[in-house]
């Protein structure tokens, strides 16, 4: 709807009920967004320990030396 077609309260009124009925959970966007997120999380956490693992055995390896 746009403000031209919001005459009166009552349109006002139904509008709101109708944003109000909405969930964006729902949105495939927001689906699809949601899994990048939860991708791009893992990755970091994947590659933090991998840093953090190569980190110790190269300490392990210069304390031999």
């Known amino acids: 709807m746009t403000a031209a077609q ?19 959970e729902d949105d495939p966007r927001v689906k699809k967004l949601q899994l990048a997120k939860q ?15 190569l980190l110790d055995k190269m300490g392990e390896a210069l304390a031999i030396l």
Do not use: G, I, N, V
């Not at 919001?6 to 964006?24: C, I, M």
């Open 6 to 24: 919001l005459k009166s309260f009552e349109d006002l009124h139904e509008y709101t009920q109708s944003l109000a009925s909405k969930r964006p």
């Open 39 to 53: 991708a791009t999380w893992l990755f970091l956490l994947t590659c933090t320990f991998l840093f953090y693992y």
